[in-house]
């Protein structure tokens, strides 16, 4: 089964979807994982009815924070902005699939922490860290 998610996260950090960001956009933000340096910048479009029609991201960093964000994107398609504030960490872990470090978590967390911290304003850098300090492991 791990050889299917490392296939998995290969396949999305060389073929990435949703590449490029998006103008105009209704949602951008940038956030950087200080402990090695993977930045990501997410953009997203919405509906009339606040559902997110298209994704739009870019960034630097390792395979690991790459693949997550282009699974990422996927996930948020047909979402409103609200239900992508649901997403929590362990279900974004649960679609890497494989046991992380702790520094590695880090990297696959970069764009739920993008979301998060753009999405939820002022808040977002609090709301961030509670949710980074649930546990700490990967589960």
């Not at 949602?27 to 509906?47: A, Q």
């Not at 739009?56 to 699974?71: F, K, P, T, V």
């Not at 872990?93 to 979301?115: E, F, Q, T, Y």
Request: with cysteine; proline share 2%.
């Amino acid at each position: 089964m791990e050889d299917m998610f490392r296939e998995l996260i290969l396949d999305h950090a060389r073929h990435q979807r949703n590449w490029g960001l998006l103008e105009p956009n209704d949602f951008d933000h940038e956030e950087c994982n200080p402990l090695c340096g993977d930045s990501l910048r997410l953009t997203l479009r919405l509906d009339q009815a606040g559902i997110i029609t298209e994704v739009g991201w870019d960034g630097e960093g390792c395979a690991i924070s790459q693949a997550a964000a282009s699974m990422f994107g996927e996930q948020l398609l047909a979402m409103t902005l609200a239900e992508a504030r649901q997403i929590d960490k362990q279900q974004l872990l649960d679609n890497i699939g494989l046991r992380l470090s702790i520094n590695r978590v880090k990297c696959a967390l970069l764009p739920l922490k993008v979301l998060v911290v753009g999405a939820y304003g002022a808040v977002g850098v609090e709301k961030w860290q509670l949710i980074e300090d649930e546990g700490s492991s990967n589960g």
